[in-house]
T-cell receptor, first 112, second 112 residues
């Protein structure tokens, strides 16, 4: 299994509070991604990174920011959480372009 | 906006039956991937197809990439309860790893 861990695995928070999800990999892969998965919408890309300090927006990036200060860590931040951001968040990694994605086990976030 | 349409959305069958899941788009993909996801876990890659007309087999699973690289199918022969899960197709268009999109998935239930 690909060495990828997400933390926290579960979090309940209140509207308006900041939240940071962490993704850590031990594979030294260049590409890292954050997806959210919601019923009826499938997996949607939030942001991705193609190297340290190199990030780009995905399909549903509004309300989210990311940072990648070192190869192994990719952080997803919700500056002010809203109920619409209640979801399961998956981090994924992949080797150079065209490679398959290896997913973490997900982080379930509930915003009350 | 690029879209991947999966059908059917839900499928409930008896053990031993055959089934086919479809993934269609109006866009040409440079490659297409199939994943399987079990409840509470991240998706796991089953196969990647790259060449138009390509057929790949994984035990009782047969994957086909359309000649025009706009569609793909997954056929399961003699389904077993262990095949139960969410099947997702994902396509890369434009050759860029950031341009990977997922279909909404097919939820398969195989009853003993």
């Amino acid at each position: 299994d690909a060495g990828i861990t997400q933390s926290p695995r579960h979090k309940v928070t209140e509207t308006g509070t900041p939240v940071t999800l962490r993704c850590h990999q031990t594979e030294n892969h260049r590409y890292m991604y954050w997806y959210r998965q919601d019923p009826g919408h499938g997996l949607r890309l939030i942001h991705y990174s193609y190297g340290v300090k190199d990030t780009d927006k995905g399909e549903v990036s509004d309300g989210y920011s990311v940072s990648r200060s070192k190869t192994e860590d990719f952080l997803l931040t919700l500056e002010s959480a809203t109920s619409s951001q209640t979801s399961v968040y998956f981090c994924a990694i992949s080797p150079p372009a065209g490679g398959a994605l290896f997913f973490g086990e997900g982080s379930r976030l509930t915003v009350l | 906006t690029q879209l991947l349409e999966q059908s059917p959305q839900f499928l409930s069958i008896q053990e031993g039956e055959n089934l086919t899941v479809y993934c269609n788009s109006s866009s040409v993909f440079s490659s297409l991937q199939w994943y399987r996801q079990e409840p509470g876990e991240g998706p796991v890659l089953l196969v990647t197809v790259v060449t138009g007309g390509e057929v790949k087999k994984l035990k009782r699973l047969t994957f086909q990439f359309g000649d025009a690289r706009k569609d793909s199918s997954l056929h399961i022969t003699a389904a077993q309860p262990g095949d139960t899960g969410l099947y997702l197709c994902a396509g890369i268009y434009g050759g860029s790893q950031g341009n990977l999109i997922f279909g909404k998935g097919t939820k398969l239930s195989v009853k003993p």
